[in-house]
């Protein structure tokens, strides 16, 4: 590689970084003309939201939980992403990891801490993989689209996991949700007495795990080269179905452990959802604004966390509606989006602005001879 093509790279990652950034700005800036609109203070809305995760000790560690579940779906989403796929099931395999914690959580018994919760996050994350699997499998031999797929897995394990707490894994409760997990399978809350627990630094450590396959290992390589050419990469001697079968259980694992998380360290139980959480469906969101790259990942989770934690405060304290917040949200997957459709015409129109002054030389020169 030359230093030329290094410096571009360098040149690319910045750009993108600063589009991320203008992304935010632009939609904080419509939420605050739809403030106006409403006849309210966007100043005195902004400083609510801020004063709700930053405010106090208390605030900030209710928000890294809210932030906590939207870097593992980031990663898992972002994941496939990098290797061709488009995973919309994080939301399924992440009910599924929940279900799976909480059942190793309360059933397995006699274990000292240190073994029984890295064996229910353990638990959690395998359920996830094997929940992902299944439309991998099926994308990989059958050719079936993963999207349709992992939508369908998404209704299936919401109802399968609705059956299992009304029915056989039905805790001592009124309420439709398992037994509570034992105090051996829960996590350190470690600043009291928000439930901020140490899964955080689990999605920090899973952030680093997947830039580490991804950048530093042949599978991580041989998956990047799926996504960016199936054909190219199986000419190369790549087995394509198996790594796209591989990507799609790693991004479901992530989302599950993400699910056991949230039994282990805040739920301490699996509660039957009644409709998705939304974690899933913000991953997608956190992925794109994050440019499918863990850090970017942390820094769109991190927003996308704060913008939900805060909207609660925002609609006590300034009068507005916490629905400004899925405004904004919307406007940041839109301004990002809408980035890619202008880099794509604007490089059409640099190669064709490149072409005529050469078609041009190339006549006036025939001409000349």
Same mark, same amino acid.
């Given at each position: 590689?030359?230093?030329?093509?290094?410096?571009?790279?360098?040149?690319?990652?910045? !750009?993108?970084?600063?589009?991320?950034?203008?992304?935010?700005?632009?939609?904080?800036?419509?939420?605050?003309?739809?403030?106006?609109?409403?006849?309210?203070?966007?100043?005195?809305?902004?400083?609510?939201?801020?004063?709700?995760?930053?405010?106090?000790?208390?605030?900030?560690?209710?928000?890294?939980?809210?932030?906590?579940?939207?870097?593992?779906?980031?990663?898992?989403?972002?994941?496939?992403?990098?290797? $061709?796929?488009?995973?919309?099931?994080?939301?399924?395999?992440?009910?599924?990891?929940?279900?799976?914690?909480?059942?190793?959580?309360?059933?397995?018994?006699?274990?000292?801490?240190?073994?029984?919760?890295?064996?229910?996050?353990?638990?959690?994350?395998?359920?996830?993989?094997?929940?992902?699997?299944?439309?991998?499998?099926?994308?990989?031999?059958?050719?079936?689209?993963?999207?349709?797929?992992?939508?369908?897995?998404?209704?299936?394990?919401?109802?399968?996991?609705?059956?299992?707490?009304?029915?056989?894994?039905?805790?001592?409760?009124?309420?439709?949700?398992?037994?509570?997990?034992?105090?051996?399978?829960?996590?350190?809350?470690?600043?009291?007495?928000?439930?901020?627990?140490?899964?955080?630094?689990?999605?920090?450590?899973?952030?680093?795990?997947?830039?580490?396959?991804?950048?530093?290992?042949?599978?991580?390589?041989?998956?990047?080269?799926? $996504?960016?050419?199936?054909?190219?990469?199986?000419?190369?001697?790549?087995?394509?179905?198996?790594?796209?079968?591989?990507?799609?259980?790693?991004?479901?694992?992530?989302?599950?452990?993400?699910?056991?998380?949230?039994?282990?360290?805040?739920?301490?139980?699996?509660?039957?959802?009644?409709?998705?959480?939304?974690?899933?469906?913000?991953?997608?969101?956190?992925?794109?604004?994050?440019?499918?790259?863990?850090?970017?990942?942390?820094? $769109?989770?991190?927003?996308?966390?704060?913008?939900?934690?805060?909207?609660?405060?925002?609609?006590?304290?300034?009068?507005?509606?916490? !629905?400004?917040?899925?405004?904004?949200?919307?406007?940041?997957?839109?301004?990002?989006?809408?980035?890619?459709?202008?880099?794509?015409?604007?490089?059409?129109?640099?190669?064709?602005?490149?072409?005529?002054?050469?078609?041009? $030389?190339?006549?006036?020169?025939?001409?000349?001879?």
């Amino acid at each position: 590689m030359t230093l030329g093509e290094i410096e571009t790279g360098r040149a690319r990652r910045f !750009e993108r970084v600063w589009i991320s950034l203008l992304a935010v700005f632009l939609a904080l800036l419509v939420g605050a003309v739809v403030i106006v609109w409403a006849g309210r203070n966007p100043l005195l809305a902004y400083y609510a939201l801020w004063d709700a995760s930053f405010g106090s000790w208390r605030g900030f560690g209710e928000a890294l939980v809210s932030i906590t579940p939207l870097i593992f779906t980031g990663l898992s989403v972002a994941f496939a992403f990098r290797t $061709g796929l488009f995973n919309i099931g994080a939301e399924g395999q992440l009910i599924m990891g929940q279900m799976g914690a909480a059942v190793a959580g309360y059933a397995l018994t006699g274990l000292p801490a240190i073994v029984h919760v890295p064996l229910a996050l353990l638990a959690g994350a395998l359920v996830g993989a094997i929940w992902a699997g299944i439309p991998g499998l099926l994308k990989a031999k059958l050719g079936a689209h993963e999207v349709i797929n992992t939508i369908m897995m998404n209704y299936i394990a919401l109802y399968l996991t609705h059956y299992l707490v009304v029915g056989p894994l039905k805790g001592h409760s009124y309420l439709p949700v398992t037994k509570q997990v034992l105090d051996s399978a829960k996590l350190w809350r470690f600043i009291p007495p928000t439930r901020a627990n140490t899964g955080f630094f689990v999605a920090l450590l899973m952030a680093a795990l997947v830039y580490f396959i991804l950048w530093r290992t042949t599978l991580g390589y041989e998956c990047r080269a799926v $996504g960016l050419n199936s054909d190219a990469a199986e000419y190369a001697g790549i087995n394509v179905s198996r790594n796209l079968v591989f990507s799609m259980m790693i991004s479901g694992a992530l989302a599950g452990m993400g699910g056991a998380v949230q039994v282990l360290g805040v739920q301490h139980r699996f509660y039957d959802l009644f409709g998705f959480t939304g974690y899933g469906f913000d991953g997608i969101a956190v992925a794109l604004l994050g440019n499918n790259h863990p850090l970017g990942v942390i820094a $769109g989770a991190s927003l996308f966390g704060i913008l939900a934690r805060g909207s609660q405060n925002m609609q006590s304290m300034a009068q507005v509606p916490k !629905e400004i917040i899925g405004i904004v949200q919307a406007a940041v997957v839109l301004f990002i989006t809408a980035d890619y459709l202008m880099r794509k015409l604007l490089y059409r129109r640099r190669r064709w602005g490149r072409q005529v002054p050469d078609r041009a $030389g190339t006549a006036a020169g025939r001409d000349g001879r």
